[in-house]
């Protein structure tokens, strides 16, 4: 016949508890639980949208700074002077 040591028994038993305790977890939370990490996953794609869209406007205004100060001449420093409290207003 089969025969078993004590501790093999209160070791299958205590796996048995453990697994139905975790059945009956996930029954009862299984759903809040992935509700939840859908809205963090949510929250984090919103996040990131937000903050590559606020470097790509830096950028934008950055290049457009640039090609600004890259027009500027000596002899034309009443048209600099134009353009550039045309951008200070904007910016």
């Keep these: ?5 004590d501790s093999e028994v209160f070791r299958e038993v205590d796996e048995d508890y453990r697994r139905d ?3 009956a977890f996930w029954r009862r939370y299984g759903t809040t639980v992935a509700a939840a990490a859908v ?3 949510i929250v984090a794609l919103g996040v ?4 590559q869209r606020q470097q790509a406007e830096k950028e934008a205004e950055t ?14 420093e009443q048209e600099a002077i134009q353009k ?8």
């Design 21 to 23: 305790r975790m059945m």
């Design 84 to 91: 550039l409290s045309n951008y200070a207003a904007s910016a």
């Design 39 to 41: 809205v963090v996953a």
């Design 63 to 76: 290049a457009r700074f640039e090609a600004l100060l890259s027009g500027l001449q000596p002899g034309n």
């Design 48 to 51: 990131n949208y937000y903050l």
């Design 1 to 5: 016949m089969f025969s078993m040591s």
